[in-house]
């Protein structure tokens, strides 16, 4: 971190001196004036006023006034967040200026794949949200921002530890074994979705506090320029910058925070133990009682706490003549709700924007550095918690184990370890490091008007360390058969890129058209390396365990994109990119991606240009192709040797000699594909005080690579990766933004969004079997839960139908006969059924902000409709299993609804309606204005997941994937924050 700074402020001081050419300016005059709203007519605090081409600024008092001095006939620019830039050049002492609200600046002009367009030129699906319509709250996960606030996108979290990532998908997912990963672009730099070992997000390198706006390209029109990683869409992140002419101003963003966990799952009490083990002799036996203690733990209790945690920023932004800056600093203390689980993060970013020759050459060069300190603790010991036996106390004077209460077979995993030791022992950390950064050139070329070109080089680098150790005093069965545990892992990840193009952009008066082309040529290359070792504190029979990795891939990219302009109201942009993967051999390596988008502006035709009412009004059709080469392996086509495990050697001259055998491959693997249709279309209405978009999609993916079986021959495997089968995803999305209330002291802003999507598998074999029963998904252990199957949506549940008795209890074991074979059905494959989708039908997005004068209050909330959870933690629970080989386990209450004496892991009694409502926050604020001579100030208090109206029966219905096994629960969080602008 230290080079990073160093190398960042080197490239500061030169960016100063290159733009530290004089401009002189006469201050001959002194003008002053006030500056409104023309939204209200109310006067306008903090707007900035300077004198064009120069430093020389000022902003505007508590009354909207300003006083400057500047050259008679220079010109003054006024701005301000949120409206339209005006220049007025200098006549006199008195200039009265009125600012008209843009509806935001992010719709005026959104950023697109190698450039901007203006929202109402897009012709694609692009949706913008911007930092005031971010999620408030204790968010150290940048992706938390844009939680329900775009219709389309979900995003789930993986659960409440510090730091912890999320699952985005984009009009569901177009992939059943490839990534379904958005790609995601930083400031023009496109970053992997991949985390190194050691991390757990890997957008954590970005401080939320740095964040100006997210865009969102859903259809393929918008994403098609990126060709190769957007078939699942894109989500471009635009940072803070500065801007020419601002004023120095420093300013600080913190807040502390306390959380808690909401509930704890409703397990039985020692009391409850003590009496199913009176009432059950018949089934436990008499000496059962001996294995329980007289102790009552509530086990999930003692393994959480209250957190209390913290984050600062602290931000420069200005201006030294041609070259604006920005530099922030960030640091971040986390506390988990469990005990030991905690994260130190600190982030450092500058941006640099200078301009030359009159602003014919741009520069902009991005760094952002990171460095974090995460403590994992040992996520098992949630699911020990659950099942540990509440009648056992915590310590009970044990020195083998600490002092800590274990099972007599101390170094067996059959009884349930103390989930107290289980945690506090761990001691699980690791430090990962990353810098991202990129220089960017724009040069507008003077032999031909309207031609500039672009240069962008960047380069993404982490690095992490790691260990994951544990004393002799834990049960061998958390140390993997050691006594005690020393491991250790390292990872690095390189991910380099270069970008150049043209762009040509011309008036074309005499036809009355514009022409905007744009044609270049990409190379990214990504490498990954690293290893591991693991071996006992004290060596015993166990061998130490070292493996090691190096793998790497490359991307070679020409694209192009024409848009096209027809008296300013019909619209048309074709886009086409062709991509290379090392990843793939042959003629297969190379993937040609086309697209083509319409856009009709029809407020702008003669029969409604007068209908005031309608401010807002264009239709879009779209089409596209874009490819899919992120599989996970950076060698599919190729056979990868891996080396035989021992009792699989050959005895050569009395030593036994490993073999390397071939793993399978298909040498003819290839791009998947995905075709999208969309057609859209953008209202607005009474001067957009209610506007929106709807849009209905098509997405059909094919040449899916996916794993099917093959005969067992020469290949080390009897299963191949290959291209096979299609998929198809269908949808409707609708956005609705309204003011009902915009007035001089008060206002009201309100959001809503709704998405339905449907998702389906078409095709899954080379040619089609009616008995093929689908790609089975689940472990051995629990048995088939989830399947792959054609006319299905993908992952769909796969059970046998539960049997009820006249109270409606189910009947353990037995299951409806499907197969038509006769008898009791004992839960085999013959008779299961497609039962449920972990996927949604519907998705709901609210948002609400109340101004009135400088109080201000916001919320967001969210719902999913028609997504089912399989609960496998209360599937798990069975009287033959509370009881077993002389250990006492606890389980959920819900055996008392099921009394299965066995675990009935196929039934789909344990699938639930997951449907739920969140209020995920809710915040209130009052920003002072004369804080303290020029500075503003702001305190606010806001509540995160504030409450979840669901019928599921788990702790959270919001389930990555739909199987429900012990993840770490999402507290509550009541956060108090200060902002200060000096």
Known sequence: ??????????????????????????????????????????????????????????????????????????????????????????????????????????????????????????????????????????????????????????????????????????????????????????????????????????????????????????????????????????????????????????????????????????????????????????????????????????????????????????????????????????????????????????????????????????????????????????????????????????????????????????????????????????????????????????????????????????????????????????????????????????????????????????????????????????????????????????PNSNAPVTTSYISENYLVSFFGRLNYTFMDRYLFTATLRNDGSSRFAGSNQWGLFPAAALAWKIKDETFLKDVKVVSEMKLRLGWGVTGQQDIGSDYPSQSVFIASSPGSFYLIDGEYIPTLRPGASDPNIKWEETTTQNIGLDFGFVNDRISGSIDVYKRKTKDLLTIVPIPTGSNNSNRLFTNVGSLENSGVELSINTRPISKKDVSLELGFNVTYNKNKVTKLLMSDDPNFPGILEGDAFTGIKQVVKVGYPAHSFYLNQQVYDANGNPIEGLYVDLSGQGGVVSGDNADRYISKSPSPDYLLGFSARFTYKNFDFSGSARASIGNYVYNLVSAGASYDQMFQLNYWKNFTRQLNETQFVKRQFSSDHFVEDASFFKLDNLSAGYNFDNFYGKTTARISFTVQNVLTITKYSGLDPEVSGGIDNNFYPRPRTFMLGLSLKF
């Open 1 to 538: 971190m230290k080079h990073l700074f160093t190398l960042v402020g080197r490239m500061l001081l030169v960016s100063i001196i290159l733009c530290s050419g004089g401009l002189a300016y006469a201050q001959d005059l002194s003008v002053s004036g006030k500056v409104t709203d023309a939204s209200n007519g109310s006067t306008m605090v903090g707007a900035t006023v300077y004198v064009k081409g120069t430093s020389n600024g000022t902003a505007t008092d508590l009354d909207g006034n300003y006083t400057i001095s500047v050259a008679s006939q220079n010109t003054l620019v006024f701005s301000s967040i949120g409206y339209t830039t005006q220049e007025v050049v200098v006549t006199g002492n008195i200039i009265n200026v009125v600012l008209k609200p843009a509806t935001e600046q992010i719709d005026e002009v959104v950023v697109i794949g190698y450039g901007t367009v203006k929202k109402s030129d897009a012709t694609g699906s692009v949706v913008a949200v911007s930092s005031d319509r971010f999620n408030k709250g204790a968010i150290t996960s940048a992706q938390d921002l844009l939680v329900g606030k775009s219709a389309g996108v979900v995003i789930t979290n993986a659960g409440g530890a510090p730091g912890s990532g999320s699952t985005i998908r984009i009009r569901g997912g177009s992939s059943l074994n490839a990534s379904n990963d958005p790609l995601i672009v930083v400031d023009g730099v496109a970053i992997s979705n991949e985390n190194v070992s050691g991390s757990s997000n890997f957008l954590s390198f970005i401080n939320p506090n740095d964040i100006e706006t997210f865009t969102v390209l859903k259809d393929a029109s918008a994403t098609a320029i990126y060709g190769s990683r957007a078939s699942n869409g894109v989500i471009i992140i635009t940072t803070k910058k500065g801007k020419v002419g601002s004023a120095f101003s420093v300013r600080y963003d913190g807040n502390t925070s306390i959380s808690s966990a909401i509930e704890f799952l409703d397990v039985y009490s020692a009391d409850e133990i003590r009496k199913i083990a009176f009432d059950k002799q018949d089934l436990f036996g008499v000496s059962s009682f001996t294995r329980l203690g007289n102790s009552s733990t509530n086990w999930q209790k003692e393994i959480f706490r209250t957190a209390i945690s913290q984050d600062h920023n602290v931000s420069v932004t200005g201006a030294y003549k041609t070259l604006p800056y920005r530099v922030s600093v960030g640091y971040t203390d986390q506390n988990g709700i469990m005990k030991n689980t905690d994260l130190q993060r600190t982030t450092g970013s500058i941006n640099l924007d200078p301009s030359f020759l009159d602003g014919s050459l741009k520069v902009s060069v991005n760094a952002k550095g990171m460095y974090t300190k995460n403590n994992f603790g040992d996520a098992g010991a949630l699911g020990s918690a659950v099942n540990m036996d509440p009648t056992k106390p915590i310590k009970d004077g044990n020195a083998v184990s600490d002092g800590y209460f274990q099972w007599a077979n101390y170094g067996s995993s059959l009884g349930t370890s103390n989930p107290v030791e289980q945690l506090m022992a761990a001691d699980n950390k690791s430090e990962v490091s990353r810098f991202v950064g990129n220089a960017q050139i724009d040069y507008k070329l003077p032999f031909i008007e309207g031609l500039k070109a672009n240069l962008n080089v960047a380069t993404d680098f982490t690095k992490s360390d790691g260990y994951n150790n544990r004393p002799i005093t834990s049960p061998t069965g958390l140390t993997g058969g050691y006594l005690g545990r020393l491991s250790d892992y390292n990872a690095k990840s390189y991910n380099n890129l270069l970008d150049f193009y043209f762009n040509y952009n011309k008036d074309l008066t005499e036809v009355s058209s514009k022409l905007d082309l744009t044609a270049g040529y990409s190379w990214q290359h990504f490498k990954r390396e690293g290893g591991s070792y693991t071996d006992g504190v004290i």
